[in-house]
């Protein structure tokens, strides 16, 4: 039976303009963390670059009912444009470099489909909770979550973390990989944090979980 093979989606046209940056920068985060990474075409620096000019672009372009000029919007578009590019070519830097090495995949925050299946084969991980406890550190939280419904004997290979500062999963980005059912989030930031966990199990896709909200003991 031949392996099937994951692949990369990267879906960059539905994004927005503050979604992609997102992205990018943590893709660029999550891929300095795999050592076969390192030294990826584009390179990291190049990367770096055209994001912060499409943050400088985002600005200028301004907020609803307050837009910048016809001018900052071809700007912005073209410093967009560069942005797919980049993230395309990563995209295929990894899926060379390491092919269809799903974890290392993950780690490097890289949105990852599994051709062939349906949605939902493995079902969403149940009771997603945020975990309260004394020894948590204060400016870390922690999530717990149960394994899918009728999967007690099947061992899931890894579950992805998502993390988003709004409620909507369309700005979430991967902050994490764990084979645990749970997950310790070092550095979520001040206020409500939303997570999603979903599940891989050989090739098959999981579902993505209901929504978890959540917040860090402010540090003293």
Known sequence: MATKKFLIALKLKGRSYNSLLALGNSIVAGMATV???????PGFG????HLQKLKICISLWGQKGNRGSHRSLLALRAARDQVFADLNGLAQ????ATPNDVESWAKARFPIKSPGHKRGVL??????RHFIARNINDGTLKIKWDKPEGTSNLIIDFYIVMRSETSSYDDA??????TRTSFVDKNP???CRFYWIMPYHASITGVVSDICVASARLLP
């Open 189 to 191: 930031g001040k206020g």
């Open 123 to 128: 079902p969403a991980v149940r009771n997603l």
């Open 93 to 96: 830097f990894v899926s060379n």
């Open 173 to 178: 980005r991967q902050v994490g990989v764990t």
């Open 35 to 41: 050592p076969a990474y390192l030294n990826p075409n």
């Open 46 to 49: 190049t990367v770096i670059l």
